[in-house]
């Protein structure tokens, strides 16, 4: 249901119920997204990695809930709930705040803690996220599965963290919005 059908103050409640049912999900619970990947590489050995992440019925669980979050025709899409707060708070306090918070979302869907450059292509995390989500869980966009078909081992894997650390980014992202409407309702700078 595009955004536009809900009234203002419906689309934030609709925002905190994803919201919280986005951090009750068991991969946030149960401390999941303690992602890590790390590279050793010795003369004898060679390179070896090693890296942590959730469990595949985990994350595609957590992603259900999430996507909702990053589709752009969804009610609580992150960056039309932004411009919604940043139309509707009556702070200039909570304004800036929230200017801050959208300029490093922003940053952080164009770089992130893991630049990862494929064939002279960065991949940014925005893309990253892209792919993962319409080439291989959510949808079967041809062109984004092959894409991801096309890296080798280790590119899937530097690629596959991208796409996590996004995810956690955007998952705090959606955790400052939530919290800036509690706020801006408790405060009355907010309807």
């Not at 940043?86 to 893991?114: H, I, M, Y």
């Not at 400052?176 to 801006?184: A, K, S």
Request: a negative charge; charged letters at 25%.
């Amino acid at each position: 249901m595009a955004g536009n059908s809900y009234q203002t103050s419906e689309r934030l409640d609709l925002f905190l119920d994803r919201a919280n049912e986005l951090l009750a999900e068991l991969a946030v619970t149960e401390g999941c997204f303690n992602i890590q990947l790390s590279f050793t590489f010795s003369q004898t050995d060679g390179l070896s990695t090693m890296s942590r992440e959730p469990t595949e019925p985990l994350l595609k669980s957590f992603l259900v809930t999430f996507r909702h979050f990053v589709s752009d025709k969804e009610p609580v899409f992150v960056n039309s709930v932004s411009n919604t707060l940043w139309q509707e708070l009556r702070s200039d306090s909570l304004r800036g705040e929230l200017e801050a918070s959208r300029k490093t979302w922003l940053a952080q869907c164009r770089g992130g803690p893991l630049r990862v450059v494929i064939d002279h292509d960065h991949l940014s995390p925005a893309d990253a996220l892209d792919l993962w989500i319409n080439g291989r869980y959510f949808h079967n966009d041809k062109r984004k599965a092959g894409r991801l078909n096309q890296l080798d081992p280790l590119g899937t894997l530097l690629a596959r963290h991208v796409f996590l650390n996004h995810i956690i980014s955007a998952t705090n992202y959606v955790v400052f919005l939530g919290q800036l409407i509690v706020v801006g309702r408790r405060e009355g700078l907010l309807d």
